[in-house]
């Protein structure tokens, strides 16, 4: 029996480990070809030296059924990129799904202190202006630059999916002033594609997960919180129900949409089968650390 994305091609980007691994795992699940990109490869150094490397990833894509291929690429190197397209050109000829999941915003982050010294919620008058460029150049530049050489596939055909995973709360304010401005400009990036491709029947939206135990998070200590996470599944479930609905995808172009949300509108569930609730900012939660 042919699974539901049989004969798709997705580009997953920072897949070496949490939500682009989770992603890139469900979208084998369900028989599409992932290409898993990332620097972190297998035999060489890791991000901060973080488990996980898009060999590691490839090989359970293909363990789950679909067809894993490992790419080693600088998401922040233009010539990386665009070989990486080439690539996906030359060998596939096609580009159904694109998610943009590539983050070094928070690189040199511990937890509780940033590279800069400054703590989450310092406020911005007592902090450098570094982190605006560690934050933007790697979170929103890199999700560009991977669109920029994936839509044309996409135009091509008239049909496809851009994902960019990004944290959004109907406008609350998420409690740290530079993850914050580099969250919203990743759903505000969303949104301006959205406007250009939707003419070419191509879908964009931004997916906010809720607080995932990332290999990041999981190091920093969840503690009490452990009944508040979600697995990095959960997201790639969404991304899979996204995909297999590109009418419903397209008729929600430009939105941030919650993982949450989406779970209980197309009836999936996580790993263990529960249905974690839409992520919600209050005065109790946690800082994020992803």
């Known amino acids: 029996m042919a699974k539901p994305l049989q004969g798709k091609v997705a580009v997953v980007t920072g897949a070496s480990r949490g939500a682009g691994r989770g992603i890139a795992l469900s979208l084998g699940e369900a028989g599409a ?11 060489g150094p890791t991000s901060e030296g973080m488990p996980g490397t898009v060999d590691d990833t490839a090989d359970e894509v293909r363990r789950r059924g679909g067809e894993g291929i490992a ?16 690539r996906v050109e030359k060998e596939s000829g096609r580009l159904d799904i694109l998610v943009n999941n590539a983050w070094a915003g928070n690189e040199g982050y511990d937890g509780r202190t940033y590279a800069d010294g400054s703590t989450w919620g310092t406020p911005f008058w007592e902090r450098s202006e570094a982190l605006w460029t560690r934050m933007m150049d790697g979170g929103a530049r890199l999700h560009l630059k991977a669109s920029r050489h994936g839509a044309p596939l996409l135009v091509a055909q008239k049909s496809g999916l851009v994902v960019c995973t990004s944290f959004a709360d109907h406008g609350k304010y998420v409690g740290d002033f530079y993850y914050d401005l580099a969250k919203a400009t990743i759903s505000r990036l969303a949104f301006a594609m959205a406007q250009e491709l939707r003419p070419h029947g191509v879908a964009c939206v931004t997916l906010s997960p809720g607080w995932m135990r990332t290999e990041r998070v999981l190091s920093a200590g969840v503690g009490d919180h452990l009944d508040q996470t979600e697995s990095v599944e959960y997201i790639g479930r969404a991304v899979v129900a996204l995909a297999r609905a590109p009418e419903i995808a ?20 996580d790993v263990d089968g529960r249905q974690p609730p839409p992520f919600r900012v209050s005065d109790e939660t946690p800082a994020h650390a992803g």
Request: glycine share 10%; hydrophobic share 45%; charged share 30%.
């Open 33 to 43: 070809k992932v290409y898993v990109t990332g620097r972190s490869v297998r035999g």
């Open 71 to 86: 790419v080693r690429c600088d998401h922040a190197v233009e010539e990386d990129v665009a070989a990486l397209f080439a």
């Open 250 to 269: 397209l008729a929600r172009t430009g939105e941030a949409l919650s993982v949450g949300e989406l779970a209980r509108e197309f009836g999936f569930t």
